[in-house]
C-alpha cells in the first residue's frame, strides 16, 4: 500500500491556500496536508515533521524567499522537493529559483489538480533521482581517495625500499670489505671499528624493516580489533627497559607515573606504539634531557603521554608530521638515522584501537604526544605488589 505523500504549504494568503487544497482534494493524489500562513510558521513545522514535498509561495511577507528556500533544502537528513508558488510570471525569476534548488515554479492561476499532482509526482521523482546521483558521487569520491591513499602508499613503500634500506646495506657491505682487509693485515683495533659499524648497519636495517613490515601488514588488516584490559604500568615498564641502554648511552632520564592505572586497549598495539615514542623521545632529546611517560584518568577514558624535553619542531613540521605525501626523516641529536614510518604506524595502531594521536611542540622546549583511550567499565586497581613485580 502506498504511502500518501506529505505536503506542506506555506502561504499567506488564506484564498491561495484554500485553491491549492481544493485541487489537491480533486487531483486523486493520496496526500496529507499541513498548511503555515507564514515563513516562520513554515520552518517551524518543517522542523518538527517530515514531509515530502514543500510548496512554496515566492513573495511572503517579512521574509527573504531564497534564505527560506535554502533552510528548507539544508534539513539534514531530508529529502524534500520544493516546489515554488507564485502570481508572476517571470522566466528569469523562475532560472533563479530553480537553480538556488527549488524543482518546479508554478503559477498560481494555472494550478489545476491534475497539473499540481503531475508537478508533484515528478519533483518527489526528480528529487529522489538526485539523492541517488549524491549517494553515487559520495561513494565515487571515497573510493577515489581510497585508491589515492593505496597509491601514496605504494609509492611510500616503494620509496623506502629504493632508498632508506638500500643505504644499511650499502654500510654494511662496505664495512664488511674493509672488515676483511683489517683481519688480513692484523689490526684489532680497525677490526673493532668495522665490527662495529657493521653492528649498527645491521640494527639500523633490521629496525627498519620491523616499521615496514608491521605498517605494511596493518594496511592489509581488516581484522576487527578486540580491546582488553591493560595494565598501562605493566606495559610502560616493558617499554622503558627496552629503551634504558640508548637512554643511559645519551645521559637521558626516563620517568613513569601510570601507576595502577587500567585502560581498554589492544596489549601489543599499545606496546608498538608506546615503544615508538619513547625511541623517538630518546632520538631527538639532548644529553641530560628527561622523557616522561604518564596516564592520567580523564573522565571515562585515559589520557596517555610522551613528554621530552628534546629540541622539539616548528609549527609547519608538527602539521606535516602525519602527512603520507610529506613523509621525512631527521637524524637525532646524536645522528640516529630513522624511516619516518615510525610515527605514521603510531597514528594507525592509535587510530585503530578508537582512538586520536596529537602532537604538541616548540623548538628548543620539546614535544608531547597524546591519546586517549577507554577506562574498564568497571574500574578496578592493580595490586600493589603485582605493580610493584612490573
Known sequence: MTNPTRILLIDDDAVDRAAVRRALAKS????TLTEASGGEEGLRLASEATFDCVLLDYRLPGIDTFALL???LAAEGEARAVLMLTGEADPELATRLMRAGALDYLDKAEVTPSGLARAIRFAAARRAFQDELAAARREAEAKSLELDTLNRQKSLLFSIIAHD???PFQ???GLSEVLGKAVAAR?????????KGIHEAATQAYALLESLFSWASLQMDTMAVTLTDVDLEAVTNEVVRGAAEAASDKGLTIEVSCGGIIVRAQRDMLTTVLRNLVGNAVKFTLPGGTISVAGRQDGDGVEISVTDTGVGMPPGKVDDLFRLDRRTTTNGTAGERGSGLGLLLCRDLVERQGAVLTVTSAVDRGTTFRFRL???LVARQVPASAASAS
Do not use: Q
Open 165 to 167: 634500506l638500500r643505504n
Open 187 to 195: 689490526e684489532p683495533a680497525s677490526i673493532e671499528r668495522r665490527a
Open 171 to 173: 654500510a654494511l657491505l
Open 374 to 376: 577507554p577506562a574498564p
Open 28 to 31: 486523486g493524489l493520496k496526500h
Open 70 to 72: 535554502k533552510t528548507l
